[in-house]
């Protein structure tokens, strides 16, 4: 990595052994590349039984009857529920209540759990589900946003939601109006006056972009323990990415006080926004109070593709119109996105996508509508890039089409439209710290480029099976920009609180950290253990396992956690070094640090701080104006690909990456965030796609569903610039979703380049290159 900083660090800490700005290791490094790590499929407790769910193999369908009386038959079966059983609210959402708990009068999407089994041993708990008769009246499945919203050729499909849904109390979209009918949220954008722009651009360029369902793929399949308490609670030990939003839904549909529904974090093996609604979270506390006993659900693979929301499929049409020297006069995009069966966060992941539609550009009229449909599809939520991943597809590709209609290079055009510190967003908000687009793409101009491919086989696509001499080998480069807002936007009350504990344990000045914020694989718990050690000079930090009984620390999504939980712990720190120097008279806080032990004695001091960035404010409805967003983060890639046009194959020969973060916590964690996001957008634009037909899911296993490898996955130049936000707590800011935003798009431009084709639809296929000119 290479570290660059043109300005001021603002609150800069001092580099100290594991403190912010150093390569701190990670607690749990070594027991995961050791397979010492406890997953929350891990979790074991003696005389427990085990929970399957029966699921619908329809997408759309009317349940006639049901009938379990076969599956309560099977020795060691000690629970058979159905919707009748929910003893609370049966809906439930992350965001609205409109997705049952189990299904009752109709399913609709493949995979809706329909009831539940819970048993001695797994084998048996899945043997009695396949026994449970349930008569279905299959419907004709509605599969196509534009159609369920009437924008297609045949008018309106069937209305699959015909009731407003309730919104839930934690939800981010409080200010949206609720889902109703097949829509569950239209944004506009609305700035200047596209038409007259229209009349006096110089170059008018349009397209039609297509991106298909992701997957998060991330290790560990959905699991978790439900413990049956006391009290008439229940403790459930679960895999997720927001410990209070899921007890909140859960307490819904059990119908009890959040103080007798307890939530610990078990072991997560990565989420990328899959783990951010519930999967097995009620089913396993139904199981566990009907029966008496700890229950626990794992999924396996195929199952987890049916378990949770994926990313979603998109279509999207842009005109982007241009003054003869390049400048963008106008952009007008209309953009549908698949939400599938139920709502999720698809409300934010439209908001995410028409705000961040037009790409970090200074554009002067805008006119944007971002729609969100209800489908009989997958369920699709929040994954990694959120909204404006799908979005840069299209805008990118888009001023590359203009580039090459204007005859000017594809970098250029990018910098002279590039927002800089200033500039106005098509929101209206000005850009009020770092905004450096135009250095990132200077940047990565600047970095020498990977040398030809030479004469060994292995280094050419298709060259490892012999398949190919490399005679239809062509290179292509490709360059691509984004951005993305950090945090939770438009309006939402974005929070998270700490609790900080400073001790003497053992004899020796001890600080615990407590929040409630999820470790999903990020290192979160490393940060705070270096925002600690700053803080309070002790090296000595050990963070509490992340529960309810702390309040809330949001969700480990929207690259905020850093900023938003790491803003409640360096504050709580401040808090708790204040109250030591009050207690000792003195104001240096090197001196106490000498007496600390005897200080202390056996009277901790502990400070609980609920910490929260500066407001955003929800967008005008009709025009998409105001302040919506706390902070942006930008991220440029460069793609070198060679691509044998006559066999349809395609090898990432490299990706450069130029990032700014404000400041790098933790350098070493911020190159693998890098790389991380940079795999995902490469796989999006190349390999990986949920394939779905009729609603149904034809590729639920990573034999048919194919993500990056190693061998995949290119070498990487990174560039990392620390340009401070002076509104962040030590000027850091969000990292790990903009790789993901860049990567996939400048990919496909290098496609595009080595094949003479203008490609419209991710990921690419090798029908899609093969016999396309080239020369």
Same mark, same amino acid.
């Given at each position: 990595?290479?570290?660059?900083?043109?300005?001021?660090?603002?609150?800069?800490?001092?580099?100290?052994?594991?403190?912010?700005?150093?390569?701190?290791?990670?607690?749990?490094?070594?027991?995961?590349?050791?397979?010492?790590?406890?997953?929350?499929?891990?979790?074991?407790?003696?005389?427990?039984?085990?929970?399957?769910?029966?699921?619908?193999?329809?997408?759309?369908?009317?349940?006639?009857?049901?009938?379990?009386?076969?599956?309560?038959?099977?020795?060691?079966?000690?629970?058979?529920?159905?919707?009748?059983?929910?003893?609370?609210?049966?809906?439930?959402?992350?965001?609205?209540?409109?997705?049952?708990?189990?299904?009752?009068?109709?399913?609709?999407?493949?995979?809706?759990?329909?009831?539940?089994?819970?048993?001695?041993?797994?084998?048996?708990?899945?043997?009695?589900?396949?026994?449970?008769?349930?008569?279905?009246?299959?419907?004709?499945?509605?599969?196509?946003?534009?159609?369920?919203?009437?924008?297609?050729?045949?008018?309106?499909?069937?209305?699959?939601?015909?009731?407003?849904?309730?919104?839930?109390?934690?939800?981010?979209?409080?200010?949206?109006?609720?889902?109703?009918?097949?829509?569950?949220?239209?944004?506009?954008?609305?700035?200047?006056?596209?038409?007259?722009?229209?009349?006096?651009?110089?170059?008018?360029?349009?397209?039609?972009?297509?991106?298909?369902?992701?997957?998060?793929?991330?290790?560990?399949?959905?699991?978790?323990?439900?413990?049956?308490?006391?009290?008439?609670?229940?403790?459930?030990?679960?895999?997720?990415?927001?410990?209070?939003?899921?007890?909140?839904?859960?307490?819904?549909?059990?119908?009890?006080?959040?103080?007798?529904?307890?939530?610990?974090?078990?072991?997560?093996?990565?989420?990328?926004?899959?783990?951010?609604?519930?999967?097995?979270?009620?089913?396993?506390?139904?199981?566990?109070?009907?029966?008496?006993?700890?229950?626990?659900?794992?999924?396996?693979?195929?199952?987890?593709?049916?378990?949770?929301?994926?990313?979603?499929?998109?279509?999207?049409?842009?005109?982007?119109?241009?003054?003869?020297?390049?400048?963008?006069?106008?952009?007008?995009?209309?953009?549908?996105?698949?939400?599938?069966?139920?709502?999720?966060?698809?409300?934010?992941?439209?908001?995410?996508?028409?705000?961040?539609?037009?790409?970090?550009?200074?554009?002067?009229?805008?006119?944007?509508?971002?729609?969100?449909?209800?489908?009989?599809?997958?369920?699709?939520?929040?994954?990694?890039?959120?909204?404006?991943?799908?979005?840069?597809?299209?805008?990118?590709?888009?001023?590359?089409?203009?580039?090459?209609?204007?005859?000017?290079?594809?970098?250029?055009?990018?910098?002279?439209?590039?927002?800089?510190?200033?500039?106005? *967003?098509?929101?209206?908000?000005?850009?009020?710290?770092?905004?450096?687009?135009?250095?990132?793409?200077?940047?990565?101009?600047?970095?020498?480029?990977?040398?030809?491919?030479?004469?060994?086989?292995?280094?050419?696509?298709?060259?490892?099976?012999?398949?190919?001499?490399?005679?239809?080998?062509?290179?292509?480069?490709?360059?691509?920009?984004?951005?993305?807002?950090?945090?939770?936007?438009?309006?939402?009350?974005?929070?998270?609180?700490?609790?900080?504990?400073?001790?003497?344990?053992?004899?020796?000045?001890?600080?615990?950290?407590?929040?409630?914020?999820?470790?999903?694989?990020?290192?979160?718990?490393?940060?705070?253990?270096?925002? *600690?050690?700053?803080?309070?000079?002790?090296?000595?930090?050990?963070?509490?396992?992340?529960?309810?009984?702390?309040?809330?620390?949001?969700?480990?999504?929207?690259?905020?956690?850093?900023?938003?939980?790491?803003?409640?712990?360096?504050?709580?720190?401040?808090?708790?070094?204040?109250?030591?120097?009050?207690?000792?008279?003195?104001?240096?806080?090197?001196?106490?640090?000498?007496?600390?032990?005897?200080?202390?004695?056996?009277?901790?001091?502990?400070?609980?701080?609920?910490?929260?960035?500066?407001?955003?404010?929800?967008?005008?409805?009709?025009?998409?104006?105001?302040?919506?967003?706390?902070?942006?983060?930008?991220?440029?890639?460069?793609?070198?690909?060679?691509?044998?046009?006559?066999?349809?194959?395609?090898?990432?020969?490299?990706?450069?990456?130029?990032?700014?973060?404000?400041?790098?916590?933790?350098?070493?964690?911020?190159?693998?965030?890098?790389?991380?996001?940079?795999?995902?957008?490469?796989?999006?634009?190349?390999?990986?796609?949920?394939?779905?037909?009729?609603?149904?899911?034809?590729?639920?296993?990573?034999?048919?569903?194919?993500?990056?490898?190693?061998?995949?996955?290119?070498?990487?130049?990174?560039?990392?610039?620390?340009?401070?936000?002076?509104?962040?707590?030590?000027?850091?800011?969000?990292?790990?979703?903009?790789?993901?935003?860049?990567?996939?798009?400048?990919?496909?431009?290098?496609?595009?380049?080595?094949?003479?084709?203008?490609?419209?639809?991710?990921?690419?296929?090798?029908?899609?290159?093969?016999?396309?000119?080239?020369?």
């Amino acid at each position: 990595m290479t570290s660059s900083a043109t300005g001021t660090r603002i609150g800069a800490p001092t580099r100290t052994d594991g403190g912010v700005g150093t390569d701190a290791s990670r607690p749990d490094g070594t027991l995961k590349v050791t397979g010492e790590f406890a997953y929350g499929s891990d979790l074991w407790m003696d005389d427990m039984l085990w929970g399957v769910t029966l699921r619908s193999p329809h997408p759309h369908a009317r349940i006639r009857s049901l009938d379990i009386g076969a599956a309560l038959a099977v020795p060691g079966v000690y629970a058979v529920l159905t919707a009748d059983d929910v003893p609370g609210a049966l809906r439930y959402g992350l965001e609205f209540a409109d997705q049952p708990v189990l299904a009752k009068d109709v399913v609709l999407y493949q995979g809706e759990p329909v009831a539940l089994v819970a048993a001695d041993h797994p084998e048996t708990a899945r043997r009695a589900a396949a026994r449970i008769v349930v008569d279905y009246a299959v419907l004709e499945p509605v599969t196509d946003a534009r159609a369920a919203l009437g924008h297609g050729e045949h008018g309106p499909a069937e209305t699959l939601h015909p009731e407003p849904t309730p919104v839930m109390e934690l939800s981010r979209e409080a200010a949206v109006l609720r889902p109703h009918g097949n829509l569950i949220r239209h944004l506009k954008v609305r700035k200047g006056d596209v038409e007259t722009a229209r009349a006096q651009a110089h170059v008018v360029v349009s397209g039609e972009y297509e991106v298909g369902m992701q997957d998060q793929a991330f290790l560990g399949p959905e699991s978790g323990l439900a413990v049956p308490a006391e009290d008439g609670g229940v403790d459930l030990y679960v895999s997720t990415q927001w410990l209070h939003v899921d007890q909140q839904q859960v307490c819904r549909a059990l119908g009890l006080p959040p103080e007798k529904v307890r939530l610990t974090l078990a072991g997560v093996g990565g989420a990328f926004g899959g783990r951010e609604d519930l999967s097995m979270h009620v089913h396993a506390c139904m199981l566990a109070m009907h029966t008496g006993k700890p229950v626990k659900m794992s999924y396996n693979r195929e199952e987890s593709f049916f378990g949770h929301v994926h990313r979603h499929p998109a279509r999207l049409h842009y005109d982007h119109g241009f003054a003869a020297d390049g400048q963008l006069l106008f952009v007008e995009a209309r953009i549908w996105l698949d939400g599938g069966a139920y709502a999720s966060s698809s409300a934010a992941v439209v908001g995410n996508a028409g705000l961040m539609g037009i790409g970090p550009y200074v554009v002067p009229n805008v006119r944007m509508d971002c729609w969100g449909a209800y489908t009989n599809n997958p369920p699709c939520g929040a994954m990694r890039g959120f909204g404006a991943v799908q979005a840069a597809f299209a805008y990118e590709s888009q001023m590359d089409k203009g580039a090459a209609a204007l005859g000017i290079d594809p970098v250029e055009v990018r910098v002279r439209n590039a927002m800089e510190e200033g500039s106005v *967003a098509p929101t209206g908000q000005v850009v009020d710290s770092a905004a450096p687009v135009a250095e990132l793409l200077r940047r990565l101009q600047s970095m020498p480029m990977p040398a030809p491919a030479g004469d060994d086989l292995r280094d050419v696509p298709g060259g490892v099976s012999n398949t190919t001499h490399g005679e239809g080998v062509r290179r292509g480069v490709g360059w691509a920009v984004g951005y993305k807002n950090i945090g939770f936007s438009e309006g939402f009350d974005d929070s998270s609180t700490a609790r900080v504990r400073l001790e003497v344990v053992g004899g020796e000045p001890t600080v615990t950290v407590h929040t409630a914020a999820a470790e999903v694989g990020q290192g979160l718990v490393t940060v705070q253990q270096q925002i *600690a050690r700053t803080e309070l000079g002790i090296d000595r930090v050990v963070v509490a396992p992340a529960d309810t009984a702390v309040g809330s620390g949001g969700s480990t999504s929207a690259s905020r956690q850093t900023y938003v939980t790491g803003g409640a712990v360096q504050e709580a720190c401040r808090r708790v070094r204040s109250a030591v120097l009050a207690r000792a008279g003195r104001d240096d806080w090197e001196e106490v640090l000498d007496d600390l032990t005897a200080l202390l004695g056996d009277d901790p001091v502990e400070e609980t701080v609920t910490w929260r960035h500066r407001p955003t404010e929800a967008v005008d409805p009709e025009t998409g104006q105001g302040d919506a967003h706390v902070q942006y983060a930008f991220a440029a890639h460069r793609a070198v690909v060679d691509v044998d046009v006559e066999l349809g194959l395609v090898k990432v020969v490299e990706m450069a990456c130029a990032q700014d973060v404000g400041l790098a916590v933790n350098p070493l964690a911020v190159l693998g965030q890098i790389h991380g996001g940079s795999a995902q957008g490469m796989g999006l634009a190349v390999m990986e796609e949920v394939v779905v037909t009729d609603g149904q899911i034809r590729n639920p296993s990573f034999t048919d569903y194919l993500i990056p490898t190693i061998l995949d996955m290119p070498p990487m130049q990174v560039e990392v610039l620390e340009l401070p936000d002076p509104h962040a707590p030590y000027g850091l800011r969000g990292v790990g979703e903009p790789p993901t935003v860049s990567s996939g798009p400048a990919v496909l431009a290098a496609i595009r380049d080595a094949t003479g084709r203008f490609l419209t639809r991710v990921p690419v296929r090798p029908d899609d290159v093969v016999g396309l000119p080239h020369g």
